[in-house]
């Protein structure tokens, strides 16, 4: 995680210069074997998210989605295959990171059903009612939004990879925006980010770094998306409870490695939806807090 966002803030500055085809790697591109197991596909995508071992002194265990420009793949890769693979690292490149040379070494059993996922032992469960700590330096709980449509994502403030936490904070921020112009939703809907640094996210920190997101640094409006941190116990129990997994990096304390969880909690107090990884859209979040908003009348 530590190389591949050292690698995309760089790409950002040499992008311009690069010469090479974006689907072609340069030579000093940095190559890793990979081993792990389909989670799911999307063929539309070219993506796959792949349940990955570590990879000694580059990346640890963990799942995430990966960019395949193979065609012939998306004829054989499925749940639950098993593959070995090339993890190629370009920052000069569309997709800063892609996997190529894929072998399957253990096909999926047919026979067998499904595994069961986070989102299938969540949806239809109450969220834990923690205590947190809004921006405003104003404690609360979760129950506190009962009767509204929630959503809930997680971040950390000093995260670099434009596809992780800043994505789900523009997503989050540009709902902010169109609902606090909405009349009629927004009093029915609200947006939670919860940071899991609560060492270096402090409430007054949190505040700025959403105002940043907001645009409006005279007159923010927090009324629709607020930002919360909580003690390390509080935080860890909702993160094991969405299925978040997170730690410090160990070669650089500043970094935390971390997957993406997003919620959809409807307004009596239970998960409705779960939006994995970085692939839904503002439009997308939107449509399932009215879904569940609807739901509720």
């Known amino acids: 995680m530590r190389n591949i966002s050292i690698l995309v803030m760089m790409a950002l500055a040499i992008a311009a210069c690069s010469t090479a085809p974006a689907d072609e790697p340069k030579a000093n591109a940095k190559r890793y074997d990979l081993k792990g197991k389909v989670i799911s596909v999307d063929k539309a995508g070219k993506r796959a998210k792949i349940e990955h071992e570590e990879i000694p002194g580059f990346m640890e265990k963990m799942t995430m989605d990966f960019p395949i420009k193979e065609d012939w793949v998306w004829e054989e890769l499925a749940p639950g295959a098993e593959i070995r693979a090339e993890l190629v690292v370009d920052s000069s490149a569309k997709d800063p990171y892609w996997l190529e040379k894929i072998g399957i070494v253990a096909a999926p059993n047919p026979d067998a059903p499904p595994p069961p996922t986070k989102e299938a032992d969540q949806v239809g469960k109450d969220v834990p009612n923690v205590s947190l700590t809004d921006q405003d330096g104003r404690k609360f709980t979760l129950a506190g939004y ?124 239970k998960v409705a939806k779960m939006l994995p990884g970085n692939r839904w859209t503002t439009d997308d979040l939107l449509r399932e807090l009215k879904n569940v908003s609807d739901l509720a009348k």
């Not at 609902?179 to 927004?186: I, M, P, Q, S, V």
């Not at 971390?258 to 409807?266: G, P, S, Y």
């Open 146 to 269: 009962r009767g509204k449509a929630l959503a809930v994502t997680f971040i950390y403030r000093e995260c670099p990879l434009p596809d992780y936490c800043i994505r789900m904070s523009q997503n989050f921020s540009n709902a902010a925006i169109q609902l606090n112009d909405n009349a009629e939703f927004k009093d029915k809907m609200r947006l939670l980010t919860i940071s899991f640094d609560p060492a270096r996210d402090t409430p007054a920190k949190l505040k700025e770094y959403g105002i940043g997101y907001l645009g409006n640094p005279a007159k923010p409006d927090f009324t629709v998306w607020q930002l919360a941190v909580g003690d390390d116990k509080n935080v860890r129990t909702l993160a094991d409870f969405f299925g978040l997994k997170y730690e410090v990096n160990a070669e650089n304390k500043a970094e935390i490695n971390h997957n993406l969880v997003t919620a959809v909690i409807a307004p009596d107090g």
